[in-house]
Nanobody, 125 residues
Framework: QVQLVESGGGSVQAGGSLRLSCAAFGYTYSITCMAWFRQAPGKERETVAT????????HHADSVKGRFTISQDNAKSTLYLQMNSLKPEDTAMYYC??????????????????WGRGTQVTVSS
């Protein structure tokens, strides 16, 4: 089993920055892929960024490309999401997710079998 705990959310004005962290506990050696998702009220959960645990392979959604950066510190079993130039439309609950079943990191939430409880990000105009 793997447990994920997010932190770093908060309220910020448009144009500001936040860095989200996701600490992994338990059988972290089994993790093959990690990702950040977000969900705004009344909307479906969407992929923000993914990263493969054993290499620098990353994917960022078009909506955040150039503004957000996913990274990881395997020694600390921690995933990060650096968010710059935040916009009001980035307001959502942000979730950390991990997969232990394949190195073919998927984009959809169904491809991840461990989830954190989320951290709220609110961007005001």
């Amino acid at each position: 089993q793997v447990q994920l705990v997010e932190s770093g959310g908060g309220s910020v004005q448009a144009g500001g920055s936040l860095r989200l962290s996701c600490a992994a506990f338990g059988y972290t050696y089994s993790i093959t892929c990690m990702a950040w998702f977000r969900q705004a009220p009344g909307k479906e959960r969407e992929t923000v960024a993914t990263i493969r645990s054993d290499g620098p392979y990353t994917h960022h959604a078009d909506s955040v490309k150039g503004r957000f950066t996913i990274s990881q510190d395997n020694a600390k079993s921690t995933l990060y999401l650096q968010m710059n130039s935040l916009k009001p439309e980035d307001t959502a609950m942000y979730y950390c997710a991990a997969d232990s079943r394949t190195v073919l990191c998927g984009l959809g939430p169904e491809r991840y079998n461990y989830w954190g409880r989320g951290t709220q990000v609110t961007v005001s105009s």
